[in-house]
């Protein structure tokens, strides 16, 4: 209901020319130029090309944020020596690490691998250390009852009792991701959705923008579903507790 309200009041800007087309195309145009562009194969390229930097920097963070967060919210020792550097880091803007990347490693994937990183490793190794730590104290105090080692209560409880909240935090985080990689195209690519955009916006070709911003939205909303049906499938005994 409210995309139609969106699209309807859209319609009705354009239509009525309240707004000129070069600052908002109807959309027919955003469409017809979407047209185009899936007929002569930029489209399809560009967003396989986002999709596999997306995917590789993403789960480049997420297999190193996962296991580290584990143990800083098992380990004091561990969580001492690493959250300090961690919340510093985290709060640095990661679009001021765009032209020093570019010095470091060019404007390949692996630049935007580097920024997707530094955007959604530190975040996501905080909220996984938070995710954990909320594990009710009684269940571990049950463990513990029943003369369970250490390391089975880990691996029987906790990791089971903090697994779906560890992937609502994979599946936030995504959508950061996404924004990083658009950062990192718009600066530095030649090719890519953000690169396109980039591309479109010398020309004032407004049509390509709106619609390849549109196509980002698209698929981030995919993946988020995809990812909300992964977690209701692999974690069942959660959606039975509540």
Same mark, same amino acid.
């Given at each position: !209901?409210?995309?139609?309200?969106?699209?309807?009041?859209?319609?009705?800007?354009? %239509?009525? +020319?309240?707004?000129?087309?070069?600052?908002?195309? /109807?959309?027919?145009?955003?469409?017809?130029?979407?047209?185009?562009?899936?007929?002569?194969?930029?489209? #399809?390229?560009?967003?396989?090309?986002?999709?596999?930097?997306?995917? %590789? +920097?993403?789960?480049?963070? !997420?297999?190193?944020?996962?296991?580290? +967060?584990?143990?800083?919210?098992?380990?004091?020792?561990?969580?001492?020596?690493?959250?300090?550097?961690?919340?510093?880091?985290?709060?640095?803007?990661?679009?001021?690490?765009?032209?020093?990347?570019?010095?470091?490693?060019?404007?390949?994937?692996?630049?935007?691998?580097?920024?997707?990183?530094?955007?959604?490793?530190?975040?996501?190794?905080?909220?996984?250390?938070?995710?954990?730590?909320?594990?009710?104290? /009684?269940?571990?105090?049950?463990?513990?009852?029943?003369?369970? /080692?250490?390391?089975?209560?880990?691996?029987?409880?906790?990791?089971?009792?903090?697994?779906?909240?560890?992937?609502?935090?994979?599946?936030? !985080?995504?959508?950061?991701?996404?924004?990083?990689? %658009?950062?990192?195209?718009?600066?530095?690519?030649?090719?890519?959705?953000?690169?396109?955009?980039?591309?479109?916006?010398?020309?004032?070709?407004?049509?390509?923008?709106?619609?390849?911003?549109?196509?980002?939205?698209?698929?981030?909303?995919?993946?988020?579903?995809?990812?909300?049906?992964?977690?209701?499938?692999?974690? #069942?005994?959660?959606?039975?507790?509540?």
């Amino acid at each position: !209901t409210t995309f139609a309200v969106l699209l309807a009041i859209w319609t009705l800007v354009t %239509v009525s +020319g309240l707004v000129p087309p070069i600052f908002l195309p /109807s959309p027919g145009a955003v469409l017809t130029a979407l047209g185009e562009q899936l007929q002569n194969g930029e489209l #399809a390229a560009d967003a396989a090309a986002s999709v596999y930097r997306i995917t %590789v +920097g993403f789960l480049a963070a !997420t297999v190193m944020a996962v296991p580290l +967060g584990i143990l800083m919210a098992t380990f004091n020792r561990v969580e001492a020596a690493v959250e300090p550097f961690a919340d510093f880091v985290r709060y640095m803007p990661v679009v001021a690490f765009v032209p020093m990347t570019i010095l470091w490693v060019g404007i390949g994937d692996l630049q935007k691998f580097v920024i997707i990183w530094l955007g959604t490793f530190f975040q996501q190794l905080l909220m996984v250390t938070a995710d954990v730590g909320r594990v009710p104290r /009684s269940l571990i105090d049950l463990g513990e009852t029943l003369g369970m /080692s250490n390391a089975k209560i880990l691996r029987r409880i906790v990791l089971p009792a903090a697994a779906p909240r560890i992937w609502d935090t994979l599946r936030i !985080t995504l959508g950061w991701a996404w924004t990083w990689l %658009v950062v990192a195209e718009l600066v530095a690519a030649t090719s890519g959705l953000g690169y396109r955009i980039t591309l479109a916006q010398r020309f004032l070709a407004t049509d390509i923008i709106i619609g390849y911003v549109l196509v980002l939205g698209v698929l981030g909303l995919v993946t988020d579903q995809l990812m909300r049906w992964a977690g209701r499938r692999a974690f #069942a005994y959660e959606q039975v507790k509540r």
